[in-house]
T-cell receptor, first 110, second 115 residues
Framework: QQPVQSPQAVILREGEDAVINCSSS?????VHWYRQKHGEAPVFLMILLKGGEQKGHEKISASFNEKKQQSSLYLTASQLSYSGTYFCGQPGAGSYQLTFGKGTKLSVIP | DGGITQSPKYLFRKEGQNVTLSCEQNLNHDAMYWYRQDPGQGLRLIYYSQIVNDFQKGDIAEGYSVSREKKESFPLTVTSAQKNPTAFYLCASRPHKAESTDTQYFGPGTRLTVL
């Protein structure tokens, strides 16, 4: 089953903050976050492995709550370069392929 | 440079023709994947392969076929049986050993348009 992302889209002004959520109806062992620019390949941002553990990439951080089966991506003081579609992916139990959410389109405007 | 290459970047075909999309990697990764991306649909798994000469269907395998004769190569054929083949196709790879920090890395994609 596909993880559910929210919101579907968000528009920010430069310097504003945003939160993107990813939730699953089944147990999450890890969450993989990617960002994709239009017409390009998704670029790996980070993996969340343990409950409550936060990771960081530039001014982007994330948390992972195993009990709630959800992860959140935090974008702080957004920059124009943060624009793109963000995907979360979850691995199946005992398998290597990822199932991705439908994505959250983030637009940062001056 | 190590990485994943897909060719061509843009591909146009007439309806009813089979077409093969190339995916090559020199990362020495065991596992390779094909995804299809449509607007608003995210990434949907077509086929994946964990080792040479073995592959499994993903969520939307109908109308597609693959082969894995070499570790470096995982070509995808879009057959005439695929009803709506126009899409952006992404290839990815990952080390086979299930290290918890391993993830998938994507190629640049091929945009297929069927006229």
């Amino acid at each position: 089953q596909q993880p559910v992302q929210s919101p579907q889209a968000v528009i920010l002004r430069e310097g504003e903050d945003a939160v993107i959520n990813c939730s699953s109806s089944k147990a999450l062992y890890s969450v993989h976050w990617y960002r994709q620019k239009h017409g390009e390949a998704p670029v790996f941002l980070m993996i969340l492995l343990k409950g409550g553990e936060q990771k960081g990439h530039e001014k982007i951080s994330a948390s992972f709550n195993e009990k709630k089966q959800q992860s959140s991506l935090y974008l702080t003081a957004s920059q124009l370069s943060y624009s793109g579609t963000y995907f979360c992916g979850q691995p199946g139990a005992g398998s290597y392929q990822l199932t991705f959410g439908k994505g959250t389109k983030l637009s940062v405007i001056p | 440079d190590g990485g994943i290459t897909q060719s061509p970047k843009y591909l146009f075909r007439k309806e009813g023709q089979n077409v093969t999309l190339s995916c090559e990697q020199n990362l020495n990764h065991d596992a390779m994947y094909w995804y299809r991306q449509d607007p608003g649909q995210g990434l949907r798994l077509i086929y994946y392969s964990q080792i040479v000469n073995d592959f499994q269907k993903g969520d939307i395998a109908e109308g597609y076929s693959v082969s894995r004769e070499k570790k470096e190569s995982f070509p995808l054929t879009v057959t005439s049986a695929q009803k709506n083949p126009t899409a952006f196709y992404l290839c990815a790879s990952r080390p086979h050993k299930a290290e918890s920090t391993d993830t998938q890395y994507f190629g640049p994609g091929t945009r297929l348009t069927v006229l």
